[in-house]
């Protein structure tokens, strides 16, 4: 299910929940409708969330390969501690 909000909020929120569920890439955020995954990333950083970053290849829809960063969200005081309001 892709989000349909440029809220900042929202998209952390949304990314938080991907995060939880299993590691994520820039693409399929994208896909997902995070346009840029980098910024809500470093923002959720800011906000003391362990979230690692790796790197792989995936192909795109056009075949070209590109190495793009897989987030992996790991368990820390903030991110036991910290829940978005529903």
Same mark, same amino acid.
Not at 69 to 72: A, L
């Given at each position: 299910m892709a989000i349909n909000t440029t809220s900042t909020y929202e998209q952390q929120k949304y990314i938080l929940q991907c995060l939880y569920a299993r590691p994520h890439s820039t693409n &399929?955020?994208? &896909? @997902?409708?995070? *346009?840029f995954p980098p910024a809500r990333i470093k923002e959720l950083r800011d906000k003391g969330f362990d979230i690692k970053t790796f790197y792989r290849k995936e192909t795109d829809s056009s075949g @070209?390969?590109?190495r793009v960063?897989? *987030?992996?969200l790991h368990q820390n005081e903030v991110s036991q501690n910290y829940r978005y309001n529903d």
């Open positions: &399929e955020l994208r &896909e @997902l409708g995070i *346009y @070209l390969a590109h960063g897989v *987030y992996v």
